[in-house]
């Protein structure tokens, strides 16, 4: 089956140049409201979410045991070009869906995690006791995240993540003052203040 082609473009012409205005194909994908209906597009997408809301922590769970498995690799092959991006990728999905998750204080350790993986100059300097702290966190604030402290506790958690990553970095990348700038920048993972 061929599709139909195209209406050609309009064009007005003036004295020093044209004006090409292409058919707007997109008109033809647009549902038309009747009078007093409301089509609301958010309205929708958000009545969408609320029903995959039960599989969330589920999903969050998954993506912790995917954290870990990462993690469990780095610690028995050592970092690698693989188990490296493993465990970044890992920490960024979390630190991507953990507020669409619900689990928005994740976000910020996982950031955390992320800026230590991908601002150490060499991988195997990488200290795997601060990825297992990283690590574990992430894992304990999913796990407890029905306590009404949850997001005093991951604060705390997070700023002190924060510090001895930013001390690491600073110390691995002294003698790149520029890049240096750059990477200790204030956090701006969402979450990082609650």
């Known amino acids: 089956m061929s599709r139909a082609k195209s209406p050609e473009p309009s064009v007005t012409t003036y004295a020093d140049h044209e004006v090409i205005t ?17 089509d609301d597009a ?3 997408a958000e009545h969408a979410l609320a029903q995959l809301e039960g599989e969330f922590s589920g999903w969050m769970q998954e993506e912790c045991e995917r954290l870990d498995r990462a993690r469990g690799a780095v610690k028995t092959e050592g970092f690698s070009k693989a188990t490296h ?5 890992s920490a960024h999905d979390i630190k991507g869906e953990a507020a669409t998750f619900g689990y928005p204080w994740v976000a910020a350790i996982a950031d955390s995690l992320c800026r230590l993986i991908e601002h150490t100059p ?17 894992r304990a604030m999913v796990r407890e995240s029905a306590r009404a402290d949850i997001a005093t506790i ?12 930013d001390e690491f970095l600073a110390h691995e990348n002294s003698g790149r003052p520029d890049y240096l700038d750059g990477i200790l920048a204030p956090a701006t993972a969402p979450g990082e203040h609650f």
Do not use: C, K, Y
Request: aromatic residues 2%; proline residues 4%.
């Open 42 to 44: 958010v309205a929708r």
């Open 122 to 138: 060499d991988m195997a300097r990488i200290p795997l006791m601060l990825v297992d702290q990283h690590v574990d966190a992430v």
């Open 85 to 89: 991006e493993a465990l970044f990728h």
């Open 22 to 38: 292409p058919h707007n194909r997109l008109r033809g994908a647009l549902s038309m409201v009747g009078a007093g209906e409301t």
């Open 154 to 165: 991951a604060e705390t958690l997070n700023r002190r993540l924060r510090e001895v990553t």
